[in-house]
């Protein structure tokens, strides 16, 4: 086994010299300095040597964090509370507690505290800056987490997240998860220092951006710019996807739909009926008017709010009441449909049940690896004489 140079992640656990099975034989440190060269990752799964018993799959990203899969719960307003990030975090992946989603600083401080009483394993926070003039404390809600102990953290939303980078870097070993959704965006983001890129594509719940480039080419055009390590977001929800994204360059998968059609999401279950039924169709873009465009969930209020916004004339008043946050929450907790709009990505095609996120995460795994070593290995065996697989 080639030796290569260790990094610690931010619990202190090192990372590297992780055996990677088959051939040629790579460690973790090896992987980072292909990158540093600027080549394309090399994707390989971990075999314990000694057992042939399949293992998950390390990444930078699983090392980074301290996680046991490469699987995280992206950031969601109203969604993304203790229960749900403790119990992905519980399953080996990485939860995201949404900072807004509380009140004030003080009280984010409160459900972290709720966390770590579910789970003693990593999790994150999400700080969402909007676009807005009424602009929440979000350097308040930055400072309470760092102050509460979090080491990790998801960013999103517009330039002036800036601000609260720089509140991070202030804390040594805080790692920050940029979330955005176009190279550029990515590669100023690296330039400014984040640790981590997340890239979503055209087919995430939430806002997509405007440049409409799926995941398919967005990925591999990320991964070869960027030279930090990339989760893939947008459109993932099964061990197919989390496969493609490794393949594509990424370094893990970010989740949020999927997550929502779970046992733990806070969510009335007659929403999380409609994310059942709604198939991959099952979205509307939204705000493109305004700059600012959404994908929210199919449903007569989405369809109204589409139908509205289709004169060239219309304004953000047009549709306020019916897209506005305090509705979307009632939504979720009354599972009123009419009550206002959901968010949703086009990932809904592939969302058949409600599972437990440790049963999801498990079968997420379990495909990706069946996939690996039958679907594809059975594609790599040399064709007999008849044109038969050997
Ligand atoms: C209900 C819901 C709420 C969301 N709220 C936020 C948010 O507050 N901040 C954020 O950065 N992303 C938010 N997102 C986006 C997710 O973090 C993630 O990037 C996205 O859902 C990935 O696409 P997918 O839904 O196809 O998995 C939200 C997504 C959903 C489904």
Not at 206 to 221: A, R
Not at 291 to 299: E, L, P, Q, Y
Request: proline content about 6%; overall charge negative; aromatic content about 6%.
């Amino acid at each position: 086994m080639a030796s290569g140079a260790e990094f610690i992640n931010p619990f202190g656990r090192h990372c590297a010299r992780v055996p990677l099975g088959g051939f040629p034989p790579f460690d973790a440190g090896t992987w980072v300095r292909q990158r540093a060269r600027g080549q394309a990752p090399i994707l390989r799964r971990i075999t314990a040597p000694e057992s042939k018993a399949a293992m998950p799959f390390h990444t930078r990203i699983t090392c980074m964090l301290g996680i046991e899969h490469p699987i995280v719960q992206g950031g969601m307003q109203s969604v993304g509370v203790a229960e749900l990030a403790a119990a992905v975090s519980e399953a080996g992946g990485l939860g995201i507690l949404t900072a807004l989603t509380q009140a004030s600083p003080a009280a984010l401080a409160a459900e972290i505290e709720r966390c770590r009483g579910l789970t003693s394993k990593p999790f994150g926070v999400n700080v969402t800056v909007f676009p807005t003039t009424m602009s929440p404390d979000y350097v308040g809600y930055a400072r309470a987490a760092l102050d509460a102990g979090v080491r990790i953290f998801e960013t999103a939303g517009t330039q002036a997240v800036a601000e609260v980078w720089e509140v991070l870097r202030e804390v040594p070993g805080t790692l920050i998860l940029h979330k955005c959704t176009a190279v550029r965006h990515a590669l100023s983001a690296e330039r400014r220092g984040v640790d981590i890129i997340s890239i979503d594509g055209f087919e995430c719940a939430g806002h997509p951006g405007e440049d409409d480039i799926p995941g398919l080419i967005l990925i591999p055009v990320a991964a070869d710019k960027v030279k930090i390590p990339m989760l893939a977001s947008g459109g993932f929800g099964d061990g197919r996807g989390l496969v493609a994204a490794l393949a594509l360059g990424a370094e893990g998968i970010n989740m949020g739909t999927r997550f929502c059609a779970t046992v733990e999401a806070p969510i009335h279950p007659d929403v999380k009926q409609k994310y059942l039924e709604n198939d991959e169709r099952g979205s509307h873009l939204v705000f493109r008017n305004f700059h600012n465009s959404a994908r929210v969930g199919k449903s007569d209020v989405s369809d109204e709010v589409v139908r509205r916004l289709k004169n060239p004339d219309a304004t953000f008043e047009d549709v306020r009441e019916l897209v506005s946050g305090v509705a979307g929450k009632a939504l979720l907790e009354t599972g009123d449909l009419s009550r206002g709009v959901f968010w949703a990505g086009m990932v809904q095609g592939l969302i058949h049940d409600i599972p437990t996120c440790a049963e999801l995460i498990e079968r997420i795994i379990a495909e990706a690896e069946a996939i690996l070593d039958q679907r594809l290995a059975a594609m790599r065996q040399r064709a007999g004489p008849a044109g038969n697989v050997a």
